[in-house]
């Protein structure tokens, strides 16, 4: 116990700023995914067939390849590109890029492959009278987007969406490779220090289970929230 | 673009897969066993039985591989005991610490997909079953079993993708599978799109093979 004591004697601050770092990297990285399944997801539904093979390319690369090679090509590849675009720009200085954002970039494009079925699926399993019947209404494109499809389409897909959660959130342990000090950085520095590795990686299951299990109380309300009605 | 590069590195990343394809079909055969000792366990009706057996799929689903890696491979060495038995000879080799800790991580999904293929049985084919006065022990092997495994097949495909993905983490634990290797040349050459490009293609295309081979294996044993 000693050594998850507070101050500078033990590991539990550290640990504790490092779990708030894993949760502030996982929103971010969903947050990112959902940008990029609003993009993505039209494009898989669209009839064009050159838009369908862009988004049918990404979820199926991204879905197809190991998180660690997608981080790894973030890690040494994403000050390269940045400034390969700043010197369109005419900015030639070197351009470091921090942990956080390259990690949460990586997680949340992978997040986002994910999240893009999950919301095709929801989409696509609305029924078709639903389309139908706002026509006949004359409802504005607007107004039956955000009122007769997104609440249905929500409650379809935040089942699935809390799956998403749980991949983005446990992904966010192979960031570490990259030097960003969460959960897994932080107890990798803790067992190395202390050698003692079999606790902190333990403590660490620990904290990651009760990460996962407390989002898992908090979607389930959300469930029952939107599920109303139903 | 380096194609020189790409077309260097290919046979040495190729050389890797061989790695990546060992720790992938070893940790599937024991994930397997385990998730069928699981799944078996957790319809049991004995709620110590199904507790313990609940617990062990919420843990090893519920924490990041890398955790469950490292405790294996760095943790478990730190007990004093454990060096003086047998098992030290597997468990100070990386690759076996890597397929320990994969197939436990398997195990524990495909015990859930097993288990909810159990549990989506039609009564009826067991009471079938029974009323033509099979023994219990044939109904579950000739009758349950086989449908089961059926009905898991496409929930069973996506689990072995996500452990061919899952098997680069083994690059941690200083093995040099397919993602190891890839980052060694990208870490020595500094061109991580050509790499990604290369590598990428490899794991890609073995995925590709896994989801053929359950849609044809779904549809030949399709009813």
């Known amino acids: ?230 | 673009m380096d194609f020189e590069l790409m077309v260097n590195s290919f046979p040495k990343l190729l050389n890797a897969t061989a790695i990546t394809l060992k720790l992938l079909s070893a940790s599937l055969f024991f994930g397997l066993l385990i998730g069928l000792l699981f799944a078996v366990l957790r319809i049991s009706k004995n709620p110590i039985i199904n507790k313990f057996a609940y617990g062990y799929s919420y843990v090893f689903r519920g924490t990041p591989l890398l955790v469950q890696i490292f405790i294996i491979y760095f943790g478990l060495g730190q007990i004093e005991y454990l060096r003086t038995t047998v098992l030290w000879v597997i468990l100070k080799e990386p690759y076996w610490c890597a397929i320990i800790a994969f197939a436990l991580n398997t195990g524990a999904y495909t015990s859930e997909i097993l288990r909810s293929a159990f549990q989506t049985i039609k009564p009826g084919f067991i009471e079938a079953g029974k009323s033509l006065g099979i023994s219990n022990k044939i109904i579950f092997y000739r009758i349950q079993i086989p449908i089961a495994i059926r009905q898991s097949l496409p929930a069973y495909g996506n689990e072995i993708i996500l452990m061919l993905k899952g098997t680069s983490l083994a690059s941690t634990v200083t093995l040099m599978d397919l993602t190891g290797v890839a980052k060694y040349i990208i870490s020595t050459t500094f061109k991580p799109i050509e790499v990604f490009i290369v590598a990428g293609s490899i794991y890609l295309f073995m995925t590709f093979l896994i989801h053929n081979l359950i849609k044809f294996l779904e549809k030949k044993y399709s009813f």
């Not at chain 1, 004591?5 to 490092?18: M, P």
């Not at chain 1, 029924?127 to 494109?141: H, I, T």
């Not at chain 1, 050698?195 to 289970?209: G, Q």
Request: aromatic content about 16%; glycine content about 8%; proline content about 2%.
């Open chain 1, 1 to 230: 116990m000693e050594l998850l004591a507070f101050g500078k004697t033990g590991w539990g601050d550290e640990l504790f700023i490092a779990t708030l770092m894993t949760v502030a990297v996982s929103i971010t990285a969903m947050f990112i995914g959902f940008l990029f399944a609003l993009i993505f997801t039209p494009l898989k539904l669209s009839k064009n067939k050159f838009f369908n093979l862009i988004g049918n390319s990404y979820t199926t690369i991204i879905r197809g390849v190991p998180e660690l090679l997608v981080i790894y090509l973030f890690f040494f590849g994403g000050s390269g590109a940045v400034m390969y675009v700043a010197s369109i720009f005419g900015y030639n200085e070197y351009i470091e890029i921090n942990a956080f954002i390259t990690g949460s970039f990586a997680i949340g494009i992978i997040s986002g492959a994910y999240s893009t079925e999950v919301f095709r699926g929801a989409i696509q399993s609305i029924d078709k009278g639903q389309f139908e019947a706002s026509q006949v209404l004359g409802l504005k494109r607007f107004v039956y987007f955000f009122r007769v499809i997104m609440p249905q389409m929500l409650r379809l897909a935040i089942p699935n969406l809390s799956n998403v959660w749980q991949i983005t959130l446990k992904d966010t342990s192979l960031i570490s490779v990259t030097g960003l000090v969460e959960i897994m950085r932080q107890s990798y520095i803790a067992a190395g220090s202390t050698r003692d590795p079999l606790f902190f990686y333990s403590f660490a299951a620990v904290l990651y289970l009760l990460l996962t299990y407390l989002s898992m109380k908090l979607i389930n309300r959300l469930e029952i929230k939107y599920s109303r009605g139903f």
